[in-house]
């Protein structure tokens, strides 16, 4: 299931966001395994995660999972963010996302005036989404769904940053006491 939902976060929050990123960029961060799929992205694409301030957002934004999963059998656990600045020449390899993540929040933080969709293949359906900033896509079951993006084509100053939230969801076992 993917759902696109508008002003996820306010464009003033979106460029809090950016500056944080900026900075920690400058800090000469790396990229990171973080047990999720680091695919591919072309040599033009800069990312990581385990920073505290972005990884606040992976609970602040848990109560739109909650409302759009609705299932009080389920639990949503945190698992982490990330942060990836895609340039011209970058693209996201097809792919699912790993077992240990099977809910993503993609949101975007800065884009170029083109339009840069993520592509899903669902019931062998191609269904692209070209999120506009402040918006996200959530993915739910993002283990299951082939998804990934074309190779970006923008100007030597223009990027895509993309902040994503991952959740674990599990069914709740039923506890029950013998007596």
Not at 135 to 153: C, G, P, Q
């Amino acid at each position: 299931m993917v759902s696109y939902i508008k002003n996820i976060v306010s464009v003033d929050e979106c460029k809090i966001l950016l500056d944080k990123f900026y900075e920690e960029k400058k800090r000469n961060r790396y990229n990171i395994d973080l047990d999720i799929p680091i695919v591919d992205s072309g040599a033009n694409s800069y990312g990581f995660g385990l920073v505290k301030f972005f990884d606040e957002y992976v609970e602040k934004l848990k109560p739109v999972v909650k409302n759009i999963i609705n299932d009080k059998e389920i639990r949503i656990e945190n698992f982490n963010a990330y942060i990836r600045e895609y340039r011209n020449g970058s693209h996201l390899e097809k792919h699912k996302d790993k077992d240990s993540i099977n809910i993503t929040i993609s949101v975007c933080l800065q884009k170029t005036n083109k339009e840069w969709p993520l592509y899903f293949l669902i019931d062998g359906n191609q269904i692209g989404y070209d999120i506009k900033v402040g918006d996200a896509l959530v993915i739910i079951d993002s283990n299951k769904f082939e998804h990934w993006r074309d190779t970006l084509v923008c100007g030597e100053n223009e990027s895509v940053v993309q902040l994503y939230l991952m959740y674990k969801k599990d069914k709740l076992k039923n506890k029950k006491t013998l007596f």
